[in-house]
């Protein structure tokens, strides 16, 4: 069952590449892996750990105040993770800038708070924050390890092909919507084929 989960947080039910959700901060912070990678794990955080609290009181919250309660418990462990990055991993934090605050109104995390912790247990949403977090995360990395490779010829602050001239557009703004749209129309064609259609 779990797998499934799994399955579903990655592949089927990807927040970036097949629900289209949260393309703001993807294509802002995944010009290269290691932005990247600290964007997701950052969200995957606030995910797994809001969805818990959520999940926790849903039967506590009002409805009528659940979306504002629902924002207060995402911006709490916003903050932590803010803070934490501030204090250790400064120069990330720097090159992410406004995108780790915005995690508060991103919203994959306040779906998933709604459509699914506040209707299931506190392991269920645990998992669910987890996989649908490791979905944003693969796709950040899918697409980051592209527009680096293409826009600036390095990987990890490696060089990657001698004598390639980089592509500089991937590293802008244009690049990520290319990217983005690629990868998006490859999960397609290759879902459509494996149905058989």
Do not use: H, W
Not at 21 to 35: D, H, I, M
């Amino acid at each position: 069952m779990i797998a499934e989960q799994f399955k579903r947080g990655i592949i089927e039910e990807n927040p970036i590449l097949v629900l289209a959700l949260g393309l703001c901060p993807a294509l802002a912070t995944s010009t290269s892996v290691q932005n990247g990678l600290g964007m997701g794990l950052a969200a995957t955080f606030v995910l797994a750990c809001s969805n818990v609290i959520v999940s926790m009181l849903r039967k506590v919250i009002p409805d009528k105040v659940r979306i504002p309660c629902f924002i207060v418990v995402i911006a709490t462990f916003v903050t932590i993770v803010q803070l934490v990055m501030k204090a250790y991993l400064p120069a990330l934090d720097k090159q992410l800038g406004i995108f780790v605050p915005l995690i508060v109104v991103n919203c994959i995390i306040l779906g998933r708070a709604e459509a699914f912790a506040s209707k299931n247990n506190m392991f269920m949403s645990l998992v669910d924050g987890i996989v649908m977090g490791l979905g944003f995360t693969v796709s950040l990395c899918i697409l980051s390890i592209i527009r680096e490779v293409l826009g600036s010829n390095k990987l990890l602050g490696l060089k990657v092909f001698p004598g390639y001239q980089p592509m500089t557009v991937f590293i802008l703004a244009p690049g990520g919507f290319f990217t983005i749209a690629f990868v998006m129309g490859m999960i397609k064609y290759f879902g459509n084929r494996k149905k058989g259609a």
